[in-house]
């Protein structure tokens, strides 16, 4: 988690979770990491926390929210959920095709976030990082 997320707790719509502590999904080929998926349960809504593909363009990001997906409608979920920044324009295209729809957008939301977790200025792409982008898939 400190390496892919720069600390070992993400912060996400001024809540902070702590991913090791979350239910989740390994991909992996024998030794090889391939990816992990965590998620949050709250009510009738699966809210994924963190999404990592070690192995891009291999369908281990599909293949881990497909399992995320299962197990939210086994618990009785109504929606998958997720919170990304605005220069995240690999997520954004990746979630979409998938799709997940925008559902909120919180201008100025990493201004807040930077009080509690050190968050660069800039992005992808030298993209300032500023507004949270929230996300959902009704299942």
Not at 51 to 76: C, M
Not at 89 to 95: E, K, M
């Amino acid at each position: 988690m400190r390496e892919r997320w720069a600390a070992e707790f993400v912060v996400v719509h001024g809540d902070v979770f702590h991913p090791h502590a979350l239910p989740g999904f390994v991909a992996a080929a024998g030794e090889r990491k391939g990816g992990l998926i965590t998620y949050h349960i709250a009510g009738k809504l699966c809210e994924i926390v963190t999404l990592d593909s070690l192995i891009p363009a291999h369908g281990i990001g599909t293949a881990l929210l497909a399992a995320v997906k299962t197990d939210a409608v086994r618990l009785g979920c109504c929606a998958l959920h997720l919170t990304t920044t605005n220069d995240n324009l690999h997520a954004l295209r990746f979630y979409q095709k998938r799709g997940f729809a925008f559902a909120a957008v919180r201008p100025n939301a990493v201004d807040s976030t930077r009080k509690v977790k050190p968050v660069p200025l800039l992005g992808e792409n030298q993209i300032p990082i500023r507004d949270e982008i929230d996300m959902e898939l009704l299942i």
